[in-house]
């Protein structure tokens, strides 16, 4: 079964400094992996996917994520961090094929502090 | 462009009384949509995948004669909880996935507030 790990239930990082969002994954074969950003009382909104090719994937708002194969690990990062960032973080994962289920992180909600 | 809607953002209901929650994809049709629950401070959980013009397949432990659901169209799925408790209480979102494209994002709604009293 596939699951998804993210080892942090918060974040907080001071403005303008560089942030990370760690998330770990278990998954059969190669991983559709993906970041979504939810404000409160709103729906999820797609920040970034990887599905194959380079490593380093740049997504919305400034963000990026780096897939790692070897440490199973999908992190989310950010040069420099804006209060606006601060919400909540998850990451996704599915199986190849995109077309199967996708299991959600538990979330990590992310603090810039001003 | 991908825009997914959801009807109502919020609704409070009677104990025992049914409510129907509306997810549109409004300029792309979705031939599966997904219908997710989420407590506070928790995840998004699977509820059931809505493939349009077949029956719903629902995830385990997820009563399918309690939370009914419609695909009939390709821009249209509902979510209908009926005779609510108190419990059903909760933050549903849909989701929608782009029939003809090959991406494989899922574009999200609003979601619905759902207050059982």
């Known amino acids: 079964a596939q699951s998804v790990a993210q080892p942090e239930d918060q974040v907080n990082v001071a403005e303008g400094n560089p942030l990370t969002v760690k998330c770990t994954y278990s998954?059969?074969?190669?991983?559709?992996l993906f970041w979504y950003v939810q404000y409160p009382n709103r729906g999820l909104q797609f920040l970034l996917k990887y599905i194959t090719g380079d490593n380093l994937v740049k997504g919305s708002y400034g963000f990026e994520a780096e897939f790692n194969k070897s440490q199973t690990s999908f992190h989310l990062k950010k040069p420099s961090a804006l209060v606006s960032d601060s919400a909540l973080y998850f990451c996704?994962?599915?199986?190849?094929?995109?077309?199967?289920?996708?299991?959600f992180g538990i979330g990590t909600k992310l603090q810039v502090i001003p | 462009g991908a825009v997914v809607s959801q009807h109502p953002s919020w609704v409070i209901c009677k104990s025992g009384t049914s409510v129907k929650i509306e997810c549109r994809s409004l300029?792309?049709?979705?031939?599966?949509m997904f219908w997710y629950r989420q407590f506070p401070k928790q995840s998004l959980m699977l509820m059931a995948t809505?493939?349009?013009?077949?029956?719903?397949?629902?995830e385990q432990g997820v009563e399918k004669d309690k939370f009914l659901i419609n695909h009939a169209s390709l821009t249209l799925s509902t979510l209908t909880v009926t005779s609510a408790h108190p419990e059903d209480s909760s933050f549903y979102i849909c989701?929608?996935?782009?029939?003809?494209?090959?991406?494989?994002?899922?574009?999200f709604g609003p979601g619905t507030r759902l207050t059982v009293t």
């Open positions: 300029d792309f049709q979705a031939t599966t």
């Open positions: 989701s929608a996935r782009d029939g003809g494209g090959s991406t494989y994002e899922q574009y």
């Open positions: 809505s493939n349009e013009g077949s029956k719903a397949t629902y």
């Open positions: 996704a994962v599915s199986p190849p094929g995109g077309y199967q289920k996708v299991t």
């Open positions: 998954v059969s074969g190669n991983p559709y």
